[in-house]
T-cell receptor, first 111, second 114 residues
Framework: AQRVTQPEKLLSVFKGAPVELKCNYS??????LFWYVQYSRQRLQLLLR??SRESIKGFTADLNKGETSFHLKKPFAQEEDSAMYYC?????????????FGTGTQLKVEL | DTGVSQDPRHKITKRGQNVTFRCDPI?????LYWYRQTLGQGPEFLTY????????KSRLLSDRFSAERPKGSFSTLEIQRTEQGDSAMYLC????????????FGPGTRLTVL
């Protein structure tokens, strides 16, 4: 079975402070990991995926297979980063890529 | 194309009634997914279509739930004899496939069962 754990429901940081949103997973195969973000009154959207190894809006995430983690990091938080963040794992199913989501972490960036 | 659309955005119904939701994916996407999200939880997978074929259904999808994608374009999700526990946000997503397949989500349909 596949599972994604996000231990923090709420993370509050000051503007300019570093941010780390934690994500741990369990999966028997080779995982594909994603971070999705939902800004207030907007739909869920992809932030980044591990296979791209890219930085989006200053965020990065490294897949650590030894620790089964995919933590999301940003060195300096901005007010516009306030949102709900979901870590997700893609498991192949009948040729598709159904997503298993964590429970999400609400990031609040305070001035 | 403005992305994935869902209709209606909100639905309030009485217990025991049937409801149907519609999802219009991004036109060139052959994959379509339905998820359900309850308060304080992340989205949970319900079912997946590739073109018109329904290739997987979650055990969350009881006999009261049925989904179709008759022409490989839009999809419908019907819930028969609704129960209060069906109250949730129902999300649709579409994708084009391939490795690291990005799923594009619709705005969701919020169902409230009284």
């Amino acid at each position: 079975a596949q599972r994604v754990t996000q231990p923090e429901k709420l993370l509050s940081v000051f503007k300019g402070a570093p941010v780390e949103l934690k994500c741990n997973y369990s999966y028997s195969g080779s995982p594909e990991l994603f971070w999705y973000v939902q800004y207030s009154r907007q739909r869920l959207q992809l932030l980044l995926r591990h296979i791209s190894r890219e930085s989006i809006k200053g965020f990065t995430a490294d897949l650590n297979k030894g620790e089964t983690s995919f933590h999301l990091k940003k060195p300096f938080a901005q007010e516009e980063d306030s949102a709900m963040y979901y870590c997700a794992l893609s498991g192949k199913t009948g040729g598709g890529n159904k997503l298993t989501f964590g429970t999400g972490t609400q990031l609040k960036v305070e001035l | 194309d403005t992305g994935v659309s869902q209709d209606p955005r909100h639905k309030i119904t009485k217990r025991g009634q049937n409801v149907t939701f519609r999802c219009d994916p991004i036109s060139e996407h052959n994959r379509l997914y339905w998820y359900r999200q309850t308060l304080g939880q992340g989205p949970e997978f319900l079912t997946y279509f590739q073109n018109e074929a329904q290739l997987e259904k979650s055990r969350l999808l009881s006999d009261r739930f049925s989904a179709e994608r008759p022409k490989g374009s839009f999809s419908t999700l019907e819930i028969q004899r609704t129960e209060q526990g069906d109250s949730a946000m129902y999300l649709c997503a579409s994708g084009s496939g391939g490795g690291g397949d990005e799923q594009f989500f619709g705005p969701g349909t919020r169902l409230t069962v009284l």
